[in-house]
């Protein structure tokens, strides 16, 4: 009896280590046909300076329209195609539409927002970022002044040459580097001094609570008086209650973004957005 229980059990778990196989295999199969079948398509979420209501960047930011699964998010199947290999490919198709998108925004106003593309530590890995955007700037026209770059506190860590040299390479271009979802990541700071980094972007599980933590208040002033020592430009993410807008921007803060203001727009509803030239409430009720 078990015996057979055993066996049963065995055939249980190698039947379900095939299923989860095969479903990556599938994955990675969709993931190539949605690069061919352009099945991707890049959003864009509104970032605002907190003092002058300017719009300051736009983020571009992953979907997948799959032809059967729906919209697909990049929580979802970004980690798969960094398993896979898949990153460089998808990354620089990115890189490349991001920036098509940003120079084509002259057309419909005089000061554009920058756009900021997240950059995956795997892609900086595997492949030349800074060729990649030294490329990408010469193709489509955009500026190098207009780009930012989004990485996070782990490829810092790692602390390896090439990213030291791709980052430098960056900046020379004109190219700010944020770090992206700052303060979840590791404890060691060293590396804010060592990397030209010229952007912190808070991440939302700070702000969400701000209102009734008091720690998270004390962290994010922290990080606002830690930036401000070392230049550093700070971004709130997830912003979105009119309570913690002010709470930002009593705290210091240079720029927001979050629901409260957009979610990620279609670049139609962009482009819609710039042409009517607005300014968000951003500033305190009177
Ligand atoms: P992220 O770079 O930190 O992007 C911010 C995420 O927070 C986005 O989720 C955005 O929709 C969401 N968000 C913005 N404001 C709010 C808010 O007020 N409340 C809440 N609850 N969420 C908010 P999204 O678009 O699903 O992207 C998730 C993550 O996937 C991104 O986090 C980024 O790490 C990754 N990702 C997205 N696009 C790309 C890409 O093109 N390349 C790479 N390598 N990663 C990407
Ligand atoms: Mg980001
Ligand atoms: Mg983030
Ligand atoms: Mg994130």
């Known amino acids: 009896k078990a015996k057979e229980h055993g066996r049963n059990t065995y055939q249980f778990y190698t039947a379900e280590m095939n299923d989860a196989a095969l479903r990556k295999r599938e994955l990675e199969n969709s993931l190539h046909q949605a690069l061919r079948e352009q099945e ?8 605002w300076n907190i003092h002058t209501g300017a719009l300051e960047a736009v983020e571009a930011l992953i979907r997948w329209q799959h032809p059967v699964h729906g919209l697909i998010s990049p929580s979802d199947f970004i980690p798969v195609a960094e398993e896979v290999g898949l990153i460089s490919k998808i990354g620089a198709w990115v890189m490349e539409e991001a920036c098509w998108f940003g120079a084509s925004l002259h057309q419909y106003c005089d000061t554009p927002p920058k756009i900021s593309v997240n950059v995956s530590s795997r892609q900086i890995q595997r492949l030349d970022v800074a060729e990649l955007a030294e490329s990408v700037l010469q193709m489509t026209g955009m500026s190098g002044e207009r780009l930012i770059v989004e990485i996070t506190e782990s490829i810092l860590i790692a602390d390896e040459q090439k990213t030291h040299q791709q980052l430098e390479r960056l900046r020379d271009m004109g190219i700010d580097i ?15 001094k060592k990397y030209p980094i010229s952007r912190l972007k808070i991440d939302r599980s700070f702000v969400s609570d701000l209102a009734q933590d008091a720690e998270d208040r004390a962290l994010v002033n922290g990080i606002i008086s830690l930036a401000s020592s070392l230049s550093l430009k700070v971004i709130a993410e997830g912003v979105e209650t009119r309570e913690q807008v002010e709470l930002i921007r009593e705290m210091g803060c240079h720029s927001i973004q979050g629901f409260y203001f957009d979610q990620p727009l279609e670049g139609s509803a962009l482009v819609a957005l710039l042409e009517k030239q607005p300014v968000p409430d951003v500033n305190p009720v009177n």
Do not use: M, N
């Open 40 to 47: 991707f398509t890049l959003h864009y979420q509104p970032i």
């Open 178 to 192: 944020a770090i992206d979802d700052f303060g979840t990541g590791y404890s060691s700071l060293s590396y804010l």
